[in-house]
């Protein structure tokens, strides 16, 4: 597979070869763990965790990176606004370490309800501030970076190529609402790369320029590059992330190693609820945890998910979850029932077509849309299949398509049914009656097994045998 992918950078599609043969090279952008993630930012690591599995699908070796920023968030992005640990910290009266372990336990917590793959190293910005702070000698050495009365700053205007990523001039990036005007600047579009201390902080470092802390950009540039070398192959975040934090972060890498910083830059659009954009004021912020509470299997959001392009806004309604959900219950049945009666054969070439046709899907810039038609397809030629080999075809290499998006069809096709208790109670009332030939009682029992959706079949050789409808 050779993945045709949008990069933002050059606004085109482009057919992407890993840097190094086989081994690709991933850095995304990972939570700021001061409250608990909604389901738009887990919408966003689904995406990243489909790229990841299709590029394993096709047998990339990939290393991926995600930081958990735990220190240098600041509300509103602003170098102004306030810091997003410590208003956590004091909202919860818990210190800024226990914030951050809470809410990554629960970030990690809901993507596995969404059998997202954890990346490769997951990195904690409080654990790298000797590579941050190094990275920021190596900007002053060069004369990318001064210090100031509050911090040490990046200077845009060392950097012509400041705007490459977001194609806005820099005039135009200074008159931005989102820069403020601090006087310790030398230009208002400069970027904090060390924030000194102030006295009621909570987290602070010492360093070469005083007691602080790192700004938010330079934690991403020096946990990538530690871990993946000057040059990544792909870097991901959500649309929010290409102004300013990506901008920021090739300036202050590209500035330091004098190498691209990422060759392709991947951007996930938002995700909205009926239309609008999640806001508490609206009430609308909902998390994993709202979507198992009202009934609905997290994978059912999976599924929604994929049914999107990453790149138009995903407009989630519950109405549309409860399709999705109906969708993945029809599948499962469908599958759980083929998979009975045929099982599943290792994929082979009758049913390459299908194979070939998902991943020309998933190749075109992750159209997953496209990914989910031809499981529908290949569910639809189970259903018709001639013969039980080559129902056990198709229903393998679904098994096997499902590796890239991440569903769980084996699992469930698998899985054993199990009775609840007060099913199973009733089972064997009605082998006791039958036992006892007392058939009027068995009839009756099957009937109320019936009605909670169990069905008993009663076989020729005086076993009995039940399916869940
Ligand atoms: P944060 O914890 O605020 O740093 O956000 C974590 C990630 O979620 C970032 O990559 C954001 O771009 C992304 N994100 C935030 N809101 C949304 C949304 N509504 N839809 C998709 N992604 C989002
Ligand atoms: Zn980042």
Redesign the pocket.
Known sequence: MVLALYNTLTRKKERFVPLQDKRFRIYD?G??VWAE?HI??L??YIVSDVLRRALRYSGYDVTEVMNI?DVG?IVGDVDAGEDRMAVAARREGLDPLAVAEKYADLFFRDGARLNIERADIVSKATEHIPEMQALIQTLLDKGHAYVAADGVYFDVSSWPEYGKLSKKPLDELVAGARIEINPNKRNPADFALWRAAKPDDLQKWPSPWGEGKPGWHIECSAMAMKYLGPTLDLHS??E??IFPHHECEIAQSEAATGKPFSRCWMH?Y??RVEGQG?HKSIGNVYTVSDIIERGYDPIAFRLLALGAHYRTPLNFTWDSLGAQQERLVRWRSNLKRFYRDSGASATDELTADLRDEFVAAIEDDLNTASALAVVEKALHRANLAESREERAAVVGRIFDLDRVLGLSLREAAVAQDELTAEEARLLRERDAARAAKDWKKADGLRADLLKQGIRVHDEKNGTTRWERI
């Open positions: 952008c939570p700021t993630q738009g930012n919408y966003r920023t968030a975040g959500g929010d992330h996930v938002f995700l999640m």
